[in-house]
């Protein structure tokens, strides 16, 4: 057991003995800095992985948008692997934005906790998801509300047929 001791006003030393508290308070407090840097390497290697896959993608589509000689199926067949290309693009760029977010939760000591609600986010998500941002029940929440997103991958709106 760890002794400390302290100078009183008459000089004497003052023995403060280490109670269970605190000692679970410095064990909590360490274990707290090894999750935080496991998730920091996880989530830089993630970061890393994304970035190159982005490039590579951005890469390949500027190679493909240069015109090719060929008839209308090439040309069309082109144009499908152009749009993949780019959906594929688009999905990195959001992971490597998510990721980069995370890494900012982190180190303001947000990570874990959802944006949304503040809960606790499940750990199996986040082994499964290392970047996410909210639970399980407010993600559900979030990707059922409208949204006004006009990407590519904007959720589709029910058509609406006018009478004439």
């Known amino acids: 057991m760890r002794r400390i001791l302290r100078r009183t006003e008459s000089t004497r030393p003052v023995e403060r003995r280490s109670t269970p ?3 679970a308070a410095r064990a909590m407090s360490s ?17 890393e992985q994304h970035r190159a896959e982005l490039q590579a993608c951005r890469r390949r589509l500027r190679i493909e948008d ?3 000689v060929g008839d209308e199926i090439d040309y069309s067949v082109g144009n499908a692997m152009r749009a993949v290309g780019a ?10 934005r998510g990721i980069e977010t995370a890494l900012r939760r982190l180190a303001s ?30 993600q559900a929440a979030h990707d059922s509300a409208p949204s006004s997103e006009t990407g590519l991958f904007a959720p589709l709106q029910p058509l609406t047929w006018a009478r004439s």
């Open 21 to 23: 508290a605190r000692i």
């Open 109 to 138: 000591g947000r990570f874990g906790y959802c944006a949304d609600c503040s809960h606790k986010i499940a750990a199996a998500r986040l082994k499964v998801l290392p970047f996410a941002e909210r639970c399980l029940d407010c």
């Open 87 to 96: 959906a594929v693009a688009e999905l990195s760029s959001g992971t490597v």
């Open 66 to 68: 240069a015109p090719e």
């Open 31 to 47: 274990i707290r800095r090894v999750r935080q840097t496991s998730h920091e390497r996880t989530l830089e290697r993630l970061l």
